[in-house]
């Protein structure tokens, strides 16, 4: 494994090491009724170097002065970074059904819960304390405490083969974990920590011991839990 850039190493406040990159093109309309039109917009990620925090823009389109504006918004919010990384290209993904041909207004909204889920996903333990099932997460060095998000009414299931996931992510004693409910959005899956794993004769664990806030879980490792 190579050596992570300074930047990534390195304490500084949130943001002050600041990658940016942009996903898209959404399809997205003036206003809603008949007759309404659509046009292309971008969004743009900010992604904090030394907490991995998350900011995200709405870019109407795809210019230098798109990107300006979407830069004013996040520095007002965020502060100006001391650095700002690009890989000096373009990266496109496809937009999803769900978030197709949305209003400007939902569109943005849209993006500040994202933001708030991807800021609340943990990053270590609180602290050593086995009964202790909290989690450090951006949103401590942005806020200083935990984000909250607003339940979502309903999901899209997604068919994801998670055959080559987990025999080459095997959990450690300590880790943070969500556990799966297909029946729940991501927001609501219960945050436990590993407390036991039972390798098998391949060394490969498949079996784990899961605390949460309320119970304990002795789980089969199928893909249920993500870290």
Known sequence: MGQLPVTRVTPSPPFYHTGVDYAGPLTIKTWK???????????????????????????????????IAAYRRFSARRGIPH??????????????????????QEITTLLTQIEAILNSRPLEPLSDDPEDCSGLTPGHF???????TLPEPSLKDVNVSHLIRWQFIQQ?????????REHLPPCKWPLAKVIKIHPGPDDLSRVVKLKT??????LHYNGKTHP
Do not use: P
């Not at 806020?143 to 909250?148: F, M």
């Not at 806030?213 to 002795?218: H, M």
């Open 213 to 218: 806030a309320l119970q304990w879980y002795s």
């Open 83 to 104: 650095t700002l990384h690009s890989d000096c290209g373009t990266t496109f993904l496809g937009a999803d059904k769900v978030i197709k041909k949305l209003l400007l």
């Open 172 to 180: 450690q004693v300590g880790t943070m974990v969500f556990i799966t």
């Open 142 to 148: 942005l806020i200083e405490n935990s984000l909250t």
């Open 33 to 67: 009724g008949r007759g309404a039109k659509t046009h292309k917009a971008w969004i743009c990620v900010f992604l904090c170097f030394a907490t991995s925090a998350v900011h995200l823009e709405v870019v109407s389109d795809y210019t230098t002065d798109g990107f």
